[in-house]
């Protein structure tokens, strides 16, 4: 079972830079969404999607685009790199059927700007 | 708004000790309640949840209840070992809109 599958694992990134961290499901599921996690922070979510087609903004969009033109793919992008953004990001997706749905994580991508 | 209040770690105890975890939400309506795992180098993962009020979720060990009238989700196991060694997320489920709201996290050690 794949599940929820994250590339890269790890980046380092020169200020300014732009890439895309990949997120990818083969759960059918409807719900997906990006976390950052920081020390002493816990999680918070960066960007979100109820399906494909939609978007929204979570509690730190600023610096990052999402898309959603499928049901199983839902990259982040990083416009222009900055060492604020160094973090430990989460891809995650849900069934959309109430609020008792388990949350599938991905294994994580380390991001370094330096 | 709604949120979820946990205890800070870190949380160190030794093997076979009795563990609990404080967690505590504040929310609009009837969520449901989560406690996820995180161990080292992973995502997190669902360790068990509740989705109404006086329902016990349990796991490996673990055991939670959600108690409305103190709006409280705690986590407790009766012996922890050293491969329980993780940090340990609560979650509110909002039922209006399916988002899930993480406490910060409590990172527990167990001494062998």
């Known amino acids: 079972n794949a599940g929820v599958t994250q590339t890269p694992k790890f980046q380092v990134l020169k200020t300014g830079q732009s890439m895309t961290l990949q997120c990818a499901q083969d759960m059918n599921h409807e719900y997906m969404s990006w976390y950052r996690q920081d020390p002493g922070m816990g999680l918070r979510l960066i960007h979100y999607s109820v399906g494909a087609g939609i978007t929204d903004q979570g509690e730190v969009p600023n610096g990052y685009n999402v898309s959603r033109s499928t049901t199983e793919d839902f990259p982040l992008r990083l416009l222009s790199a900055a060492p604020s953004q160094t973090s430990v990001y989460f891809c995650?997706?849900?069934?959309?059927?109430?609020?008792?749905?388990?949350?599938?994580f991905g294994e994580g991508s380390w991001l370094t700007v330096v | 708004g709604d949120s979820v209040t946990q205890m800070e770690g870190p949380v160190t105890l030794s093997e076979e000790a009795f563990l609990t975890i404080n967690c505590t939400y504040t929310a609009t309506g009837y969520p449901s309640l989560f406690w996820y795992v995180q161990y080292p180098g992973e995502g997190l993962q669902l360790l068990l949840k509740a989705t109404k009020a006086d329902d016990k979720g349990s796991n490996k060990g673990f055991e939670a209840t959600y108690r409305k009238e103190t709006t409280s989700f705690h986590l407790e196991k009766g012996s922890v070992q050293v491969s329980d060694s993780a940090v340990y997320f609560c979650?509110?489920?909002?039922?209006?809109?399916?988002?899930?709201?993480f406490g910060k996290g409590t990172r527990l050690h167990i001494l062998p």
């Open positions: 995650a997706s849900s069934y959309i059927q109430g609020s008792g749905n388990t949350i599938y």
């Open positions: 979650a509110l489920g909002v039922r209006r809109d399916d988002k899930i709201i």
